[in-house]
């Protein structure tokens, strides 16, 4: 199985990145990237899937079970995220108002659940790891929604962003769920590094790594670029994945004691 692509955008300006059958079937999540101009409008509606439509840029409506909700981000480095999370057969709508950017998450759940349209303020940016490591793991976190705040979802989704020259996932840890990275950066040229188990791949903006469950997966980012990632989490049934769950490698603990 593969564990990291580079995928370009296609005539419809879709970006393929998982799917329940290419290489990277077993992150069991059908995850794709859209640019939309302005005026444009896409449907979704996944037969027994539940999907999420994450705003990453631009300014959109969302249209679905008679709500409308307007969303608005300039960029991922800036500004918080919009995002709906419907269950599955359930029709959206989005509509750019002007040239947007959005990603869309789907995979298997046949539970019934309110949709949910959330905004800024319900993942507020959290800094993580402030002081430890000489400083230079510090990131900011958010999460959208895990098994804490959506327990009937099969998914989990959340944002990072590295300040300049740090790293995240870091101490290097791992999961028995599946889990995607998608990578922006604030400048074209932009590049990190992402460690998927024993291999390395050079981080560019748009690409993403696909992490089996079980491999240790920390990521680092070049000097004088902010990297952004989207992270994506695939529950495993009767194992959901839980903020408790991070299992640090043991080799590499004794750096919690250290400056």
């Not at 919009?82 to 998450?105: F, G, M, N, R």
């Not at 999460?143 to 996932?169: C, Q």
């Not at 696909?210 to 495993?236: D, K, N, S």
């Amino acid at each position: 199985m593969k564990v990291f692509g580079y995928p370009k955008f296609d005539e419809n300006n879709e970006k393929v990145l998982t799917t329940y059958n290419n290489e990277y079937q077993a992150m069991m999540m059908d995850i794709r990237v859209y640019r939309m101009s302005a005026g444009e409008k896409k449907t979704f509606q996944k037969v027994g899937e539940e999907t999420a439509i994450l705003l990453l840029s631009g300014n959109i409506v969302y249209q679905y079970n008679g709500f409308q909700q307007k969303a608005s981000r300039k960029d991922v480095f800036t500004e918080g995220p919009y995002c709906v999370h419907v269950c599955k057969d359930t029709k959206i709508e989005v509509i750019a108002e002007s040239a947007s950017e959005i990603l869309v998450q789907c995979t298997k759940n046949d539970t019934i659940f309110d949709a949910k349209f959330y905004q800024p303020e319900d993942a507020p940016w959290g800094y993580s790891c402030v002081g430890k490591f000489g400083n230079v793991a510090k990131r900011r976190v958010n999460t959208i929604f895990d098994h804490d705040i959506a327990p009937y979802s099969n998914m989990v989704l959340g944002e990072v962003l590295n300040d300049k020259g740090n790293w995240s996932g870091y101490l290097p840890h791992r999961h028995p769920q599946p889990e995607v990275y998608y990578f922006k950066f604030d400048r074209p040229e932009g590049f990190g590094a992402s460690f998927v188990g024993e291999s390395v791949f050079k981080s560019v903006d748009g690409s993403f790594s696909a992490i089996p469950g079980g491999e240790l997966h920390p990521q680092a980012v070049a000097p004088g670029f902010q990297m952004y990632t989207c992270w994506m989490i695939r529950h495993i049934d009767g194992n959901p994945w839980l903020q408790t769950d991070r299992c640090e490698d043991e080799r590499y603990t004794w750096l919690h004691d250290s400056l």
